[in-house]
Each structure stands twice: as structure tokens, then as C-alpha cells.
């Protein structure tokens, strides 16, 4: 998957997210679980940028590592809101899933840049 498609995902992951939580309904839980997640949701299209503007290859590991943690921030969050809102389940499904995906990507790109810097190494 190319750099840009992979923009684009981040970006349209973030916006999800974010109706999603227009659609909730306003507590206390859902207020302060929301807020975190917005915020993690959006780290993850945020630097996943700047991973692509990395200057070397470690330097793109590291930022591609932030966005890992940021991705299962985010699902820890989805899931707590599909406790307290389960008629939102499918939607918070939906978005998890998604979440899921981009974690794997992310993963797998990790996985294979520190084999090629391995192998480059030897």
C-alpha cells in the first residue's frame, strides 16, 4: 500500500471517529472517554505524516511506532464506549476493525523496514 492511500485511510479513520462521536450521546463517561479518543484518533493520521517526512529510516521506524501506540490507544477507547453504548456497537465495530487494519499495516511495515535494515546492515 503506497504512502498516499495510507494518508488517506489515517485521514478518513480520524474523521470517523469524529462522527461517530458527534452520534454519542452526552455523560460524563462519554465526554471524557471521547475526548481521548478524538485525540488518539487523530495522532494517528497526524504522524503518520510526519513518519512520511522522516529523514532516515530509523527515524520513520520511531514515528511509525508512535502511530502503533496511538492505533491501540484507540481501539482500548472503542471498546469502552462500546461498554457504556451498545447501541452504538456497530459503528464502534466498524471503526475498530478499521483501527484493526491499520494496525496491521503499520505493523507489518515496521516488521519488514527493520529485516531490510538488518540485511543492509550484514
Known sequence: MNSDI????????????????????????????????VRCSSSVGANYRAACRAKSTADFINKLKIVEEELDES????????????????????NWKEANELLS??????????RNEQNRKS
Open 75 to 94: 481501539m482500548f477507547f472503542l471498546e469502552l464506549l462500546e461498554e457504556f453504548n451498545p447501541d452504538k456497537k456497530d459503528v464502534i465495530q466498524q
Open 6 to 37: 495510507l494518508k488517506q485511510r489515517t485521514k478518513a479513520y480520524s474523521v470517523s471517529i469524529g462522527q461517530l462521536i458527534i452520534a454519542l450521546p452526552f455523560n460524563v463517561i462519554n465526554k471524557n472517554y471521547s475526548n481521548q479518543l
Open 105 to 114: 499495516i503499520i505493523v507489518a511495515s515496521i516488521i519488514t523496514l527493520r
